[in-house]
Nanobody, 123 residues
Framework: VQLQAFGGGLVQPGGSLRLSCAASGFTLDDYVTGWFRQAPGKEREGVSCMRSSDGSTYYADSVKGRFTISRDNAKNTLYLQMNSLKPEDTAVYYC?????????????????WGQGTQVTVSS
């Protein structure tokens, strides 16, 4: 069971990035999947999550209207489209999967984690 996140990088304020999270060894569609981030000196926080059974999604207030979570079941890959990026979005971003029905952004509920990808928003 493995999750591999990639797509991070350096982007100017107002720019966009798309993060990808490829799963192997299990089917993402069976899981609640989410994105989290951790900035230096701060706790890991939930950014967004989705539940495949009904398409429900959740976004943290800080990213609502700017970020979009999606999944390609054929590719077994989770995405996070990030637009209108701000310097405060700078962090290491992680993808995670939870085997269960509850749509939650509590990182302690998640079973599997990717290794993280750095996103830096700076001019």
């Amino acid at each position: 069971v493995q999750l591999q996140a990639f797509g991070g990088g350096l982007v100017q304020p107002g720019g966009s990035l798309r993060l990808s999270c490829a799963a192997s060894g299990f089917t993402l569609d069976d899981y609640v999947t989410g994105w989290f981030r951790q900035a230096p000196g701060k706790e890991r926080e939930g950014v967004s999550c989705m539940r495949s059974s009904d398409g429900s999604t959740y976004y943290a207030d800080s990213v609502k209207g700017r970020f979009t979570i999606s999944r390609d079941n054929a590719k077994n890959t989770l995405y996070l489209q990030m637009n209108s990026l701000k310097p405060e979005d700078t962090a290491v971003y992680y993808c995670a999967a939870l085997l269960g029905a509850g749509l939650t952004i509590d990182p302690y509920e998640y079973d599997y984690w990717g290794q993280g990808t750095q996103v830096t928003v700076s001019s």
